[in-house]
């Protein structure tokens, strides 16, 4: 069964953080239906909305992200609920 | 101080010793700095080769492997080598020269996206452009590579980065990761997590455990062989778990999965608690997971969250430091324990154990290599021998027929499974452990795969042992044909082979070449001593095939026996 989530992603911004975590999006298996990525107001930092597609587990993707190093913060939220950790716990 | 200048004072400050590599245009400043820096650099005959040394080295010594290469052809020879050492965690320090960072992006000479190509392959990976971040994406690196969940991380450094002169307020580079990396180091395991284990572990009636690769990656073998002999529980391991219990350990029931022992898929089947120990559930140790270990509750011990339910839903999760982990788990478990709750499953699964053991003594004329595997083990036994492998059948031979006390005295590709390994990574051992005997198992397939590396034995007079088992076949693909695809023989012929002991001869290999049991005995003494590195070619049935095995997409219980193909 298809699962749509939505991730929020606070990164570390450097040469390619945002090509990284789309790569293991896409090679765990989900599609993007929707990405915005903007700095954020933390310093050297930027904010990655993605609304994504798959059949499979979301928390998996979730713990994937988490371990990125540049990843600070990653924040879930599916069937109205949301979980957030900071980033390299 | 040039940022070459700096790389090289960084290395040596990590107490780096040794780097392998091949200098090429894009790295030449880091080549200049690295004369008489005191920094031994072990100059081998391939990209691949270097990287496969570094990471045998860092593997046998548990330090950090090191090695450099430059932009392009470079670069791109080491992808499979870093996705090696990223399949099996190992911590790997990759340094790659890039072109001119004015030059980043125009398709320069030798320039390639190296820093792209590596985004899929490493734990971590920096393409420094500016000599201001330099010291911190250095320093991040290295850290990184060998903290928590070993893992290769990538450093590419624009030439002109390398010869620029660093500024000394870059010096004080930002403390953050360092912050981070200690957080998380403190962190501690929920007091109930330990104690939910700890009561299934001693309610449990037919308990296993389950060990891998990070067992020995977290040096926590002492802890869980604690927790072995305590509670006295069957154990079984992954490839790269071989070790983590001393093989000759009695609850010690063998490898688990595609080419595991009947009596280790049999008990994996049938216990009603599995004690999953720095391991990630690979298809090739599952078998189909859906069928494995079906009446099975979880517990699962790991230092990686993200490990976690990846593929098989826990019960009880316990991520953390393994050595703090199995510690508190001993400690809970103990006062509760009962031994006799489990007494028949741990009679059952000795019974089975030898029953089932391998036998060595059919009356073969011809060289039989499981039985020439095993009395080789035999004969160099110990805590002085560490064994090498490449990839294919005489991989699952060594790991099934021969015996290991620590998991890192048996280096084996295990989640790429790379061809070629074997040579390079014992060349990078014999380096790291120069006390120690190492020994390549090799078949005719991937010894020819680094085969440029035997210039690297004579120049460096390396004494690496190499015991070439030639079937003339790539013979796990033969096998797979023969067993799944009709005995449809499709590219594996490799009756072409050359002499390889005049191949070896041409590189001052001596050598010795046997094709009859009766050979045997005395030409493994010649091997194990004679003085320097040695070649022996073993000349073997291609019908010999790796038994047992279960076959893709199966359970663990559907294992297939001997089948004369």
């Known amino acids: ?53 798959s059949e499979r587990s979301a928390e998996n993707l ?23 950790c900071l980033g390299n716990e | 101080m040039r940022g070459a200048d700096y790389l090289i004072k960084t290395l040596k400050r990590h107490q780096v010793e040794t780097v392998f590599g091949y200098p090429g245009g894009a790295i030449m400043p880091i080549y200049d700095a690295l004369l008489g820096s005191g920094i031994k650099h072990v100059l081998c005959r391939h990209e691949q080769g270097a990287v496969f040394a570094a990471d045998g080295y860092a593997r046998a010594s548990a330090r950090l492997g090191v090695c450099m290469a430059t932009s392009g052809p470079g670069a791109t020879n080491l ?3 870093i996705a090696n050492a990223y399949m099996d965690s190992v ?90 990396l200690k957080a998380h180091s403190t962190s501690e395991l929920p007091a109930e997590s330990i104690e939910s284990a700890s009561l299934l572990l001693s309610q449990s009636s037919r308990p296993l455990v389950y060990a ?33 219990i001393p093989s000759d350990h009695s609850y010690n029931l063998g490898m688990l999965g595609m080419h595991g022992t009947k009596t280790a898929n049999n008990a994996v089947q049938a216990c009603d608690l599995l004690l999953v120990v720095g391991a990630r559930l690979d298809d090739r140790a599952t078998g189909n997971l859906q069928l494995f270990a079906p009446d099975a509750k979880v517990i699962h011990i790991d230092c990686d969250r993200a490990e976690i339910n990846k593929l098989r839903q826990t019960d009880v999760s ?85 015996q290991f006390h620590a998991p890192h005295h048996h280096l084996s590709s295990g989640g790429l499974g790379a061809m070629g390994y074997g040579l390079p990574a014992a060349i990078g051992a014999k380096l790291a452990q120069p006390e120690c005997t190492v020994i390549n198992v090799s078949g005719d397939g991937s010894i020819m795969m680094n085969i440029q590396e035997l210039a690297t034995l004579k120049r460096y007079n390396i004494d690496v042992k190499i015991l070439l088992l030639d079937n003339q076949r790539l013979g796990m693909v033969r096998q797979w044909q023969s067993l799944f695809f009709d005995k449809r023989f499709s590219e594996i012929d490799l009756s072409d082979n050359p002499d390889f002991c005049r191949l070896a001869q041409a590189f001052e290999v001596p050598s010795l070449s046997i094709n009859k049991a009766e050979e045997v ?28 095995l279960v076959p893709p997409g199966k359970s663990n219980s559907d294992y297939i026996e001997e089948i004369k193909t």
């Open chain 2, 91 to 180: 911590p790997l320090l990759t340094i790659t020269g890039q072109v001119n960072s004015q030059l980043i992006g125009t398709d320069a000479f030798q320039e390639v996206d190296t820093y792209g190509l590596s985004l899929p392959i490493v734990k971590h990976s920096y393409l420094v452009q500016r000599i201001e971040d330099l010291p911190r994406m250095l320093n991040e690196a290295i850290q990184l590579a060998q903290h928590g969940r070993p893992g290769p991380v990538l450093v590419d450094i624009a030439k002109d980065v390398q010869l620029a002169e660093l500024p000394a307020a870059s010096l004080a580079y930002s403390q953050q990761l360092d912050t981070q």
């Open chain 2, 521 to 548: 005995e005395h030409a493994l003494q010649t091997f194990l001593n004679t003085k320097g590195s040695f070649l022996l070619h073993v000349a073997i049935d291609p019908d010999d095939n790796v038994w047992p």
């Open chain 2, 318 to 402: 316990l991520v953390g430091s393994m050595s703090t982990v199995l510690r508190q788990l001993h400690q809970h478990t103990l006062p509760r324990f009962q031994h006799h709750n489990a007494h028949q499953w741990r009679y059952q699964c000795l019974q089975d154990k030898a029953r089932l053991a391998a036998r060595y003594d059919a009356p073969f004329t011809s060289i039989y290599a499981p039985a020439l595997l095993h009395r080789l083990s035999c004969l160099s036994s110990g805590s002085n021998t560490f064994i090498s492998c490449d990839v294919g059948q005489h991989q699952m031979w060594v790991a099934q027929h021969m």
């Open chain 1, 62 to 84: 979730y713990h994937q992200l988490h371990k990125l190093v540049d990843v600070v913060e990653v924040h879930q939220q599916a069937h109205s609920k949301l979980r957030s």
């Open chain 2, 212 to 244: 891998g690769g990070g067992v020995g990656l977290a040096q926590s073998c002492g802890e869980l062989k604690q927790l072995v002999d305590e509670f006295k529980l069957p154990t079984v391991t992954t490839l790269k778990g071989i070790g983590a």
């Open chain 2, 79 to 81: 992808v499979t080598g």
């Open chain 1, 1 to 53: 069964m298809m699962n749509t989530n939505t991730f929020k992603i606070i990164l570390r911004q450097s040469t390619g953080s945002l090509e990284r975590i789309l790569r293991l999006i896409r090679h765990r298996g989900f599609e993007v239906n929707y990405c915005l990525a903007r700095e954020e107001a933390l310093e050297n930092g930027m904010s990655v909305t993605l609304q994504l597609t």
